[in-house]
Structure formats: C-alpha cells, structure tokens
C-alpha cells in the first residue's frame, strides 16, 4: 500500500492549471468547474494528479481516468488493475492505492468544533471515550477519520450509520460487514489521518509526498 500527498497553499498559476485539467476527461473537467472556490477546485484537481502518479508508479500502460468506474454510490474504482480512495483537508491531499482489497483513506484538520453536534455519531462506550475531556479534540478526529475512512472503503456512503461501525483501537467492527482494520498514518500535529483495510497491515506503508 502507498499514500501519496501534496501540500496546496496557493492556487497554480492559471497556464499549469489548465495543462493540468487538460489531462482529464471531460466528465471530471465539468465537476471541477462547477467547484466556487479556488480550494476545492485545486484539491480535487491534485488528487486526480496523485491518483495518475500512482498509476503510472504501479507500471499501469494506461492512466486516463476515464478507466474510472462507479459503483452505485458513486465510489470510483478501476476493477482489476488497483483500488484506490482519496481525501483531502485542509491544505492537504491525500490518495492511497492498494493492489488487492479495498482501502478507504479519510484526514480531518485538528480544530476545536462543538463535538455534541456529532453526539448521535457514536457508540455508548465511544461516547465515553469522546466525551469525558471536553477540549479533546484529538480523540474526537481519530475515531471519526477511523469511522469515515472504513466507509469509504466499503463503499456504500451514507447507508452505513455511523453508530453501526464500533472502534476499538485499531479494529472497527462494522454491522453487517465484519472488521475492518485502520491504521494512522502520521503527518503534523496539524492532520489525523487514517486508513482502514479488510486484511490486516503486514507491510510498512510507504508515504510520498509529491508536488505540482
């Protein structure tokens, strides 16, 4: 499994952020222009950039997105070659791949929130958890990217109540779909980020950090 990532603190410069939409196909050009903002614009624009590096990184002949396919949920997949998920928060984007099984990848920006807004999100002994320090907010963003990225790897959006998926450490027990490991992936004080998988981790994670 490999996390690529890139840091987007200014906007590209209008010639390399058309060269760089001019890559992909027209149905993913028509969702990144409706975006408002320059921010979304550019980090939608770069996880598909990160995606196609992965690509060509795995020895893939062919890297035009428009291999992309969706489920009925509208998760993109390229069935047989890799499966991949991509996420993006603040200044930072992220893609993960795997070669076999699904992944899901999910990283939240450590910020103070009202965290009873999301009180109906988790379990009775997750509640405790969350909840016993009110200015923990730490605890609160791992056990939700924890949450977010096993759904993302299972792919049925918001069908799956969060209050379905129990966290245990490193272990989500998810109704109806059995367990599911997550694993941290490190970045600064600033990000948590998790990666939830079927199987276990055997192999190191390896993280790239690539720039446009």
Not at 54 to 77: E, H, I, M
Not at 86 to 109: K, N, Q, Y
Request: glycine share 6%.
């Amino acid at each position: 499994m490999r996390v690529y990532y890139a840091i987007v603190t200014q906007p590209l410069n209008d010639l390399d952020f058309k060269r760089y939409l001019d890559q992909m196909p027209p149905f993913i050009q028509q969702k990144i222009g409706r975006y408002k903002n320059w921010e979304d614009a550019h980090t939608s624009l770069l996880g598909k950039l990160l995606l196609i590096q992965a690509l060509q990184d795995s020895g893939v002949q062919k890297t035009d997105l428009s291999l992309l396919t969706y489920n009925q949920y509208g998760r993109p997949s390229i069935p047989g070659i890799i499966d991949f998920n991509i996420s993006h928060s603040g200044t930072l984007v992220l893609c993960a791949i795997a070669t076999s099984g699904t992944i899901g990848i999910d990283a939240e920006v450590v910020k103070p929130i009202n965290k009873m807004d999301f009180y109906n999100c988790w379990t009775p002994t997750e509640v405790k958890a969350i909840y016993d320090d009110p200015d923990d907010y730490k605890t609160f963003y791992s056990h939700w990217t924890k949450k977010e990225a096993v759904v993302k790897a299972i792919g049925n959006g918001l069908n799956i109540p969060l209050t379905d998926i129990e966290i245990n450490g490193d272990l989500a027990t998810v109704a109806h779909h059995g367990n599911w490991y997550v694993k941290e992936i490190p970045f600064s004080e600033k990000y948590i980020v998790h990666m939830a998988a079927k199987e276990p981790y055997g192999d190191p994670i390896v993280v790239i950090q690539k720039e446009f």
